[in-house]
Protein backbone atom coordinates (compact mmCIF):
# COMPACT_ATOMS: atom_id res chain seq x y z
CA UNK A 1 0.00 0.00 0.00
CA UNK A 2 1.40 3.22 -0.99
CA UNK A 3 1.40 6.44 1.50
CA UNK A 4 -1.78 8.90 0.34
CA UNK A 5 0.96 11.79 1.27
CA UNK A 6 4.03 12.66 0.71
CA UNK A 7 6.43 15.11 0.54
CA UNK A 8 10.00 16.42 0.59
CA UNK A 9 10.49 20.24 1.37
CA UNK A 10 12.94 21.12 -1.00
CA UNK A 11 14.22 24.54 -0.66
CA UNK A 12 13.48 26.84 -3.08
CA UNK A 13 15.77 28.54 -6.28
CA UNK A 14 16.93 31.13 -3.78
CA UNK A 15 17.71 28.07 -1.20
CA UNK A 16 20.07 26.19 -3.61
CA UNK A 17 21.69 29.57 -4.79
CA UNK A 18 22.47 30.48 -1.29
CA UNK A 19 24.39 26.56 -0.77
CA UNK A 20 26.11 27.13 -4.09
CA UNK A 21 27.26 30.55 -3.34
CA UNK A 22 28.55 29.89 0.09
CA UNK A 23 30.62 27.18 -1.61
CA UNK A 24 31.60 29.68 -4.14
CA UNK A 25 32.66 32.08 -1.00
CA UNK A 26 34.54 29.56 0.67
CA UNK A 27 36.51 28.76 -2.70
CA UNK A 28 37.30 32.72 -3.29
CA UNK A 29 38.52 32.96 -0.35
CA UNK A 30 41.11 30.94 -0.94
CA UNK A 31 42.03 32.74 -4.50
CA UNK A 32 45.34 34.65 -3.01
CA UNK A 33 46.63 31.79 -1.06
CA UNK A 34 46.71 29.35 -4.65
CA UNK A 35 44.25 29.73 -7.90
CA UNK A 36 44.28 26.16 -8.07
CA UNK A 37 43.45 24.88 -4.15
CA UNK A 38 40.44 28.06 -4.58
CA UNK A 39 39.36 26.25 -7.11
CA UNK A 40 39.53 22.70 -6.56
CA UNK A 41 37.71 23.14 -2.71
CA UNK A 42 35.56 25.84 -4.01
CA UNK A 43 34.04 23.08 -6.36
CA UNK A 44 34.45 20.64 -3.11
CA UNK A 45 32.49 23.31 -0.61
CA UNK A 46 29.62 23.92 -3.59
CA UNK A 47 29.06 20.16 -3.85
CA UNK A 48 28.96 19.61 -0.21
CA UNK A 49 26.65 22.71 0.56
CA UNK A 50 24.08 21.61 -2.18
CA UNK A 51 24.13 17.59 -0.60
CA UNK A 52 23.67 19.21 2.87
CA UNK A 53 20.62 20.74 1.50
CA UNK A 54 18.84 18.23 0.00
CA UNK A 55 20.30 16.35 3.10
CA UNK A 56 18.82 18.61 5.79
CA UNK A 57 15.37 18.53 3.48
CA UNK A 58 12.18 17.05 6.06
CA UNK A 59 9.86 15.00 4.75
CA UNK A 60 5.99 15.08 4.98
CA UNK A 61 4.63 11.70 4.89
CA UNK A 62 1.54 9.74 6.02
CA UNK A 63 2.75 6.57 6.08
CA UNK A 64 2.23 3.13 8.62
CA UNK A 65 -0.64 4.49 10.15
CA UNK A 66 1.65 7.89 11.30
CA UNK A 67 2.38 11.38 10.47
CA UNK A 68 6.02 12.06 10.03
CA UNK A 69 6.95 15.76 9.71
CA UNK A 70 10.86 15.80 9.79
CA UNK A 71 12.13 12.83 12.07
CA UNK A 72 9.06 13.38 14.50
CA UNK A 73 6.09 11.12 14.09
CA UNK A 74 2.66 10.38 15.87
CA UNK A 75 0.06 7.52 15.45
CA UNK A 76 -2.99 9.09 13.19
CA UNK A 77 -5.34 8.23 15.80
CA UNK A 78 -4.22 10.45 18.26
CA UNK A 79 -5.18 13.40 15.96
CA UNK A 80 -7.65 15.62 15.81
CA UNK A 81 -9.26 17.90 13.21
CA UNK A 82 -6.71 18.90 10.27
CA UNK A 83 -6.70 22.33 8.98
CA UNK A 84 -4.94 24.09 6.32
CA UNK A 85 -3.18 27.61 7.08
CA UNK A 86 -1.89 29.99 4.26
CA UNK A 87 -1.07 33.69 4.25
CA UNK A 88 -2.30 35.85 7.09
CA UNK A 89 -3.78 32.25 9.11
CA UNK A 90 -0.76 31.09 8.60
CA UNK A 91 0.84 34.12 10.00
CA UNK A 92 -1.29 34.84 12.97
CA UNK A 93 -0.83 30.98 14.20
CA UNK A 94 3.16 31.21 13.89
CA UNK A 95 2.86 34.27 16.10
CA UNK A 96 0.26 35.79 18.81
CA UNK A 97 -1.89 32.50 18.11
CA UNK A 98 1.06 30.18 18.91
CA UNK A 99 1.32 27.73 21.87
CA UNK A 100 4.81 27.39 23.11
CA UNK A 101 3.82 23.86 24.02
CA UNK A 102 3.14 23.03 20.07
CA UNK A 103 5.57 21.19 17.77
CA UNK A 104 5.94 23.24 14.52
CA UNK A 105 8.16 21.51 11.72
CA UNK A 106 8.65 24.72 9.06
CA UNK A 107 10.25 25.77 6.79
CA UNK A 108 10.23 29.53 6.00
CA UNK A 109 10.37 29.20 2.16
CA UNK A 110 6.84 27.00 2.34
CA UNK A 111 4.32 29.80 2.64
CA UNK A 112 1.44 27.29 3.28
CA UNK A 113 1.03 25.04 7.00
CA UNK A 114 -1.49 22.35 7.87
CA UNK A 115 -2.44 22.61 12.02
CA UNK A 116 -3.49 19.27 13.41
CA UNK A 117 -4.78 18.92 16.75
CA UNK A 118 -4.00 16.23 19.13
CA UNK A 119 -5.99 14.27 21.20
CA UNK A 120 -3.26 12.13 23.46
CA UNK A 121 -4.04 12.90 27.08
CA UNK A 122 -0.67 12.17 27.68
CA UNK A 123 0.91 14.64 25.16
CA UNK A 124 1.60 18.10 26.93
CA UNK A 125 1.60 19.21 23.04
CA UNK A 126 -1.27 20.67 21.50
CA UNK A 127 -1.14 20.62 18.17
CA UNK A 128 1.69 20.45 15.17
CA UNK A 129 1.81 22.97 12.63
CA UNK A 130 3.69 21.39 9.88
CA UNK A 131 4.67 23.21 6.53
CA UNK A 132 3.48 21.98 2.93
CA UNK A 133 3.62 23.10 -0.59
CA UNK A 134 -0.52 21.15 -0.67
CA UNK A 135 -2.40 21.77 2.66
CA UNK A 136 -5.10 20.65 1.27
CA UNK A 137 -3.91 17.19 -0.22
CA UNK A 138 -2.91 17.04 3.11
CA UNK A 139 -5.74 17.65 5.49
CA UNK A 140 -7.45 15.30 2.61
CA UNK A 141 -5.38 12.55 2.98
CA UNK A 142 -5.31 12.74 7.40
CA UNK A 143 -9.22 12.39 6.82
CA UNK A 144 -8.94 9.61 4.69
CA UNK A 145 -6.45 7.59 7.22
CA UNK A 146 -8.53 8.13 10.23
CA UNK A 147 -11.61 6.68 8.46
CA UNK A 148 -10.02 3.46 7.37
Not at 29 to 46: D, Q, R
Not at 57 to 69: D, K, M, S
Not at 117 to 141: F, H, K, M, N
Amino acid sequence: MTAPFHERLWPGPAGWLVAAGLGALVGLVLFPVSIALAWGVGAVAVVLGLVAAAALTPQVAIAGGELRAGSAHIPVDLLGEATPLSGDALRSALGPELDARAFVCLRGWVHSAVRVELCDPQDPTPYWIVSTRRPGELVAALAEVRQA
